[in-house]
């Protein structure tokens, strides 16, 4: 099955400054790769996603590139600020068929200093 | 659009009591549902998903079941919790329409 593995595991950076946050997966068929961000105590919000068909997608200060060869994506928030400190998770999940599963890597706790 | 609900939200059970998660959706019909896990600053564990009335399938032996009365309904539950099973539990859908899933609010669990 799926497996998707997530670095750093904590990331701390200054206000202002860029963050980045890998994964890698390791199905060849996964076609789609969603990014969650995961507040203390509460539920994983979508914030961004891609599908293999695309290498980037940008959404204001947060970016995601993917690449299918080498089977990694990335997250990039720019100009980060206080209220970007959370946890972040990357998935990997193929197609719409019955059995649809998202995998979800280790997360990154994301640590803004202001 | 779809919405997720479930409850309840925290609770406190003891080592062997039995355990009953329940999970609705509103806002679709004939969706796929899953429960996850996530211990204390941990990652999200799948533990099962379904893909309709009856249809369960289960990602990790354990000591939990799932099971799916209705379209729109989920119920996870355990005849004997562990203490191990603590953990906050998120029951989540499928939106078909963006190949996207959402999660419900959670429930914390704490087994004593």
């Known amino acids: 099955g799926e497996n998707v593995e997530q670095h750093p595991s904590t990331l701390s950076v200054q206000e202002g400054d860029s963050a980045v946050i890998k994964c890698t997966y390791s199905?060849?068929?996964?076609?789609?790769f969603p990014w969650y961000k995961q507040e203390l105590g509460k539920r994983p919000q979508l914030i961004i996603d891609i599908r293999s068909n695309v290498g980037e997608k940008k959404d204001q200060r947060i970016a995601v590139t993917l690449n299918k060869t080498a089977k990694h994506f990335s997250l990039h928030i720019t100009e980060t600020q206080p209220e970007d400190s959370a946890v972040y998770f990357c998935?990997?999940?193929?197609?719409?068929?019955?059995?649809?599963?998202?995998?979800f890597g280790s997360g990154t706790r994301l640590l803004v200093r202001p | 659009s779809q919405t997720i609900h479930q409850w309840p939200a925290t609770l406190v059970q003891p080592v062997g009591s039995p355990l009953s998660l329940e999970c609705t959706v509103e806002g679709t019909s004939n969706p796929n549902l899953y429960w996850y896990r996530q211990a204390a600053g941990r990652g999200l564990q799948l533990l099962f998903y379904s893909v309709g009335i009856g249809q369960i399938s289960s990602e990790v032996p354990q000591n939990l079941s799932a099971s799916r009365p209705q379209d729109r309904q989920f119920i996870l539950s355990s005849k004997k919790l562990l203490l191990s099973d603590s953990g906050f539990y998120l029951c989540a859908g499928l939106h078909r329409a963006g190949n996207t899933i959402y999660f419900g609010e959670g429930s914390w669990l704490t087994v004593v």
């Open positions: 998935a990997a999940s193929r197609g719409m068929d019955s059995s649809y599963k998202l995998i």
């Open positions: 199905d060849s068929a996964s076609n789609y």
